[in-house]
């Protein structure tokens, strides 16, 4: 079971690691949304936003829909309504990885 605990500077304790909170309203639906993340990762963010790297390079371990809110400002469920769920991922072959596809 995780333990989480809230501090008074936007952070809180997961399974005793700290994270940050960010908070971030979706541009579309005005939902306040909250991603948390190490402070290494925040770091990387902080880089990402001042135009360094992609961000599902300087952060992979963050949820895609998370990292499309702090991209972008649309959340997942805005993105999904927009745009219909997203294209299959493709491994590193290029092959889809679609079950059905592939039987």
Known sequence: MQKEIMNND???EV???RKIEIHKQCVFCHQMKIVYMTEDEY???ELHAAG???IQEMLPEIDKCDRE???SGICGDCW???FGPAPLEQDEDGEDNNEE???
Do not use: A, F
Request: glycine share 4%.
């Open 15 to 17: 399974n005793n690691e």
């Open 80 to 82: 999904k309504n927009m």
């Open 43 to 45: 770091e990387k963010y």
């Open 69 to 71: 809110l702090l991209k």
């Open 52 to 54: 360094v790297g992609l």
């Open 10 to 12: 936007n952070t809180q």
């Open 101 to 103: 596809d592939n039987e």
